[in-house]
């Protein structure tokens, strides 16, 4: 069964720093691509940056210069470094499992595994 | 960026309806569309792929339809379990993948 658990959400400062983490179990990060979306009541519903299985990262235009996904392979955990923090950074952070279905002349790309959510609080 | 809309933002509805929710792509996106279902306090789950393939272990009530920027989630006899939150997203530009607003279904 594929497990994935995130942590490290707290209350911070804007300008502060924080590192969020996302220990799996069930499947091996380094064989996927791996996924931050973050969730608020204003925005909704918001994919933040992406880590492929040979280490190619991505980020939405909201968080580049300012977040950076990682892992480590030892632990099977998933990171998301978090800089500069702004007030609308404040969401629930999800990392989420990239699957793809192949349909021949191409692939499906959906988030099928996501882990239970961490509150980033950025306040004064 | 490509723009996700959904409508209604909320509709309710009885235990045995049927329900149609609408996504509208601000572009053609083939049919690189998923729906995911969120309820309070847990994470979106995956229903259907690939516009109209509906994910592992998603009941047979559950059906997407559509193609190009016009896309459809319909539940054919809503169980209680149903009433949730439903998100639309696309999957077509790659890696910056769009969530619609989400439609809130309730009980009547």
């Known amino acids: 069964e594929v497990q994935l658990v995130e942590s490290g959400g707290e209350v911070i400062h804007p300008g502060g720093s924080l590192r969020v983490s996302c220990a799996a179990s069930?499947?091996?990060?380094?064989?996927?691509?791996m996924s931050w979306v973050r969730q608020t009541p204003g925005k909704g519903l918001e994919w933040v940056s992406v880590?492929?299985?040979?280490?190619?990262?991505y980020y939405a235009d909201s968080v580049r210069g300012r977040f950076t996904i990682s892992r480590d392979d030892s632990k099977n955990t998933l990171y998301l470094q978090m800089n500069s923090l702004r007030v609308e950074d404040t969401a629930v952070y999800y990392c989420?499992?990239?699957?793809?279905?192949?349909?021949?002349?191409?692939?499906?790309?959906?988030?099928?595994?996501w882990g239970q959510g961490t509150l980033v609080t950025v306040s004064s | 960026d490509i723009q996700m809309t959904q409508s209604p933002s909320s509709v309710s509805a009885s235990v045995g309806d049927r329900v149609t929710i609408t996504c509208r792509a601000s572009?053609?996106?083939?049919?690189?569309l998923n729906w995911y279902q969120q309820r309070p306090g847990k994470a979106p789950k995956l229903l259907i792929f690939?516009?109209?393939t509906l994910h592992s272990g998603v009941p047979a009530r559950f059906s997407g339809g559509g193609s190009g920027t016009d896309f459809t989630l319909t539940i054919s006899s809503l169980q209680p379990e149903d009433f949730a939150t439903y998100y639309c997203?696309?999957?077509?530009?790659?890696?910056?993948?769009?969530f619609g607003q989400g439609t809130k279904l309730e009980i009547k």
């Open positions: 989420a499992r990239l699957g793809f279905h192949d349909y021949g002349s191409g692939k499906y790309p959906f988030w099928d595994y």
């Open positions: 069930g499947l091996t990060l380094s064989d996927n691509f």
């Open positions: 880590i492929y299985s040979a280490g190619v990262t």
């Open positions: 572009q053609s996106i083939g049919n690189d």
């Open positions: 690939g516009a109209s």
């Open positions: 997203q696309q999957s077509y530009s790659t890696p910056l993948y769009t």
